[in-house]
T-cell receptor, first 114, second 111 residues
């Protein structure tokens, strides 16, 4: 009965490859996010989708492309992976319509690019 | 969203109350104060939030000063499992969630 689940938990790949991370939430939330946490532990928002529509797109390279097939899913595809993409990626969700609803996070995907 | 300032680290003895401060002097009237924590290798976990009144739940208490420029998260009886990084965030309820997580406070609970 996991609320926000991400797969895979670990991802090790070589530079130049293309990879995807999947996220699903069963909380009925209408808004989902991707955050990146680098080696310095700073959590930075990357994208936000509300009802499958992109509403936040921070300064993220075009190699990163989020896709939301429905309200419960937000996947992250990364093309031409670089060493600097190594980080932990967290998916989160909340109900925007409820105003002060908190964020619910997944347990992260640790991406290592070699 | 208003910026927050937290001490980088704190220690607390097991069984004692842990009081984690947060300054948010530029907070505006409709911004909520949220607290999250991140235990090593896990995703951030929501703890509590409030607007201006003090709040309490099964995890913690939140004390917000009358001028709302600062707040304190209180873990009444800290355990070793409460060792984590604690983040204080201020956000407008209509904001789509562009929550900025600062450096947080690393709380170490010691036996």
């Amino acid at each position: 009965d996991t609320a926000v689940s991400q797969t895979p938990k670990y991802l090790v790949t070589q530079m130049g490859n293309d990879k995807s991370i999947k996220c699903e939430q069963n909380l009925g939330h209408d808004t989902m996010y991707w955050y990146k946490q680098d080696s310095k532990k700073f959590l930075k928002i990357m994208f936000s989708y509300n009802n499958k529509e992109l509403i936040i797109n921070e300064t993220v390279p075009n190699r990163f492309s989020p896709k939301s097939p429905d309200k419960a899913h937000l996947n992250l595809h990364i093309n031409s992976l670089e060493l600097g993409d190594s980080a932990v990626y967290f998916c989160a969700s909340r109900s925007l319509g409820q105003g002060d609803s908190p964020l619910h996070f997944g347990n992260g995907t640790r991406l290592t690019v070699t | 969203d208003a910026k927050t300032t937290q001490p980088p680290s704190m220690d607390c003895a097991e069984g004692r109350a842990a009081n984690l401060p947060c300054n948010h002097s530029t907070i505006s009237g409709n911004e909520y104060v949220y607290w999250y924590r991140q235990i090593h290798s896990q995703g951030p976990q929501y703890i509590i939030h409030g607007l201006k009144n003090n709040e309490t739940n099964e995890m913690a208490s939140l004390i917000i000063t009358e001028d709302r420029k600062s707040s304190t998260l209180i873990l009444p009886h800290a355990t070793l499992r409460d060792t984590a990084v604690y983040y204080c965030i201020v956000r407008r309820p209509t904001n789509a969630g562009k929550s900025t997580f600062g450096d947080g406070t690393t709380l170490t609970v010691k036996p």
